[in-house]
């Protein structure tokens, strides 16, 4: 499998989980087992140094405020909920503005 599809696969899911997040549909310890599911598998592509896409960038930003901010910033950080929320609409929908503030890279 190469990267754009990867990504193109995993960026929908993610974006759902993240959203099911959000109406509180899912446990947030749930979202976090699909994202370290999204890395293991990320791990066993054969990776080059190709330049991210805009759709890229903001699939890893997802993963990285997924991953790395604490549960306790859900529903009480209102910037945390917006750049969840932009970033959900970006992968789903495809929209030309990019987040703001948003830095993903690749792990």
């Known amino acids: 499998m190469n990267i754009e599809i990867f990504i193109e696969q995993k960026a929908k899911q993610l974006a759902f989980?993240?959203?099911q997040l959000l109406a509180q549909k899912v446990p947030?310890?749930?979202?976090?087992?699909?994202?370290?599911?999204?890395?293991?598998?990320?791990?066993k592509l054969d990776i080059d140094d190709s330049q991210l896409s805009d759709y890229e960038q903001v699939f890893w930003h997802l993963v990285y405020l997924l991953q790395c901010w604490p549960e306790e910033k859900?529903?009480?950080e209102p910037s945390y909920d917006i750049s969840?929320?932009?970033?959900?609409?970006?992968?789903?929908?495809?929209t030309?503005?990019?987040?703001?503030?948003?830095?993903?890279v690749r792990p």
């Open 17 to 19: 989980y993240a959203n």
């Open 74 to 76: 859900l529903g009480d």
């Open 28 to 43: 947030f310890s749930e979202v976090k087992i699909f994202v370290w599911d999204i890395l293991e598998e990320w791990n």
């Open 96 to 104: 030309n503005k990019l987040p703001a503030k948003c830095i993903g």
């Open 84 to 94: 969840l929320n932009h970033c959900c609409d970006f992968l789903t929908y495809k």
